[in-house]
């Protein structure tokens, strides 16, 4: 069992930037693929950014590619979102998954993803 638990989310203004945190505990060498996803009020969970274990691959959606960094930090086990450039249409609940798939490249479906932390709030304003 992996335990996710995100952090750093809050309100901010358009073209702020905020960094989120995803700890991981429990089994944490279980998993192969880590990634963030978001989801807004009456839009389907979509994937914002992730990474591979073995290589520390990375994989953005085109909407954050050039604002948005992952990283990992292994001592700890967390990953963490750079957001940069923040717009209002990133107003998201902001999700950690991690996915025991071995792939070729970071998995996007949330359907590949087994565990899941409980999500942080990203709002930005106008």
């Known amino acids: 069992q992996v335990q996710l638990v995100e952090s750093g989310g809050g309100l901010v203004q358009a073209g702020d930037s905020l960094r989120l945190s995803c700890a991981a505990s429990g089994r944490t060498g279980t998993w192969n693929a880590r990634s963030w996803f978001r989801q807004a009020p009456g839009k389907e969970r979509?994937?914002?950014?992730?990474?591979?274990?073995?290589?520390?691959?990375?994989r953005y959606a085109d909407s954050v590619k050039g604002r948005f960094t992952i990283s990992r930090e292994n001592i700890n086990n967390t990953v963490y979102l750079h957001m940069n450039s923040l717009k209002p249409e990133d107003t998201a609940v902001y999700y950690c998954?991690?996915?025991?798939?071995?792939?070729?490249?970071?998995?996007?479906?949330?359907?590949?993803?087994?565990?899941w932390g409980r999500g942080t709030q990203v709002t930005v304003s106008s």
């Open positions: 979509e994937f914002v950014a992730g990474i591979r274990k073995i290589n520390s691959d990375t």
């Open positions: 998954g991690a996915s025991r798939l071995i792939l070729a490249t970071v998995p996007t479906s949330p359907s590949s993803y087994y565990y």
